[in-house]
């Protein structure tokens, strides 16, 4: 069974930094592109940013609301992913999804989600 | 940035009958790359539809996607109890990745 289970959500204040961890297992992650995916509550998704199979040297992309703010980093031996936030924003309270690229190019749809994990930045 | 429009925003509609959902692009999207997403309430969303037609692996036929360049759209036909959630698009030709707002099938 494919499972990506999230976790590291919590309450920080603004100004503060947050690492959200994806592990991952019932499929090759080393072969997938590996986004992030978050939800404010009560409202539609946002794409946050992806990192590339080694394949692709592990680029990374993100949206401009994450640029230089955030970062995304995997560990292929460990089959997770993860998410280091910086500088935090009340903007950025919302649900954290990681989620699977379909095919293992670098064009895809998201496959398999995880269940979230949930960051409130608040003071 | 592409920016997708769905609509309606919320369809009511009763068990049997059929869902008509759109999704307009502000510009043409590379490749027709554009996927459909059920979310249930405090559920992660659901791959249903990618490359506008193909369905993702379990997805009954009941779910079609057609359209192409600007214009998209996922028929859900003889509605069953468990459909009644939002459905977004996405388009994944270009970067950023974007989503449109969602339309929400409720039950009337």
């Known amino acids: 069974e494919v499972l990506q289970v999230e976790s590291g959500g919590d309450l920080v204040q603004p100004g503060g930094s947050l690492r959200l961890s994806c592990i991952t297992s019932g499929f090759t992650f080393s072969d997938h592109y590996m986004d992030w995916v978050r939800q404010a509550p009560g409202k539609g998704l946002d794409w946050v940013g992806r990192i590339a199979n080694r394949g692709k040297s592990y680029t990374t992309e993100y949206a401009a609301s994450a640029r230089g703010r955030f970062s995304i980093s995997r560990d292929d031996s460990a089959n997770s992913l993860y998410l280091q936030m910086n500088s935090l924003k009340s903007e950025d309270t919302a649900v954290y999804f990681c989620?699977?690229?379909?095919?293992?190019?670098?064009?895809?749809?998201?496959?398999?989600w995880g269940q979230g994990t949930m960051v409130t930045v608040s003071s | 940035d592409i920016v997708l429009t769905q609509s309606p925003d919320t369809l009511s509609l009763s068990p049997g009958e059929t869902a008509t959902l759109s999704c307009r692009a502000s510009q043409s999207v590379s490749g027709n790359l554009l996927a459909w997403y059920q979310q249930k309430p405090g559920q992660a969303p659901r791959l249903l539809i990618w490359g506008a037609s193909s369905r993702a692996t379990g997805i009954p036929d009941r779910f079609i996607g057609s359209g192409s360049g600007t214009d998209f759209i996922l028929i859900i036909s003889r509605l069953e109890p468990e459909d009644f959630a939002v459905y977004y698009c996405q388009q994944y030709g270009d970067s950023p990745r974007t989503f449109g707002q969602g339309t929400k099938v409720e039950v009337k």
């Open positions: 989620t699977r690229g379909h095919s293992h190019s670098d064009i895809y749809a998201f496959d398999i």
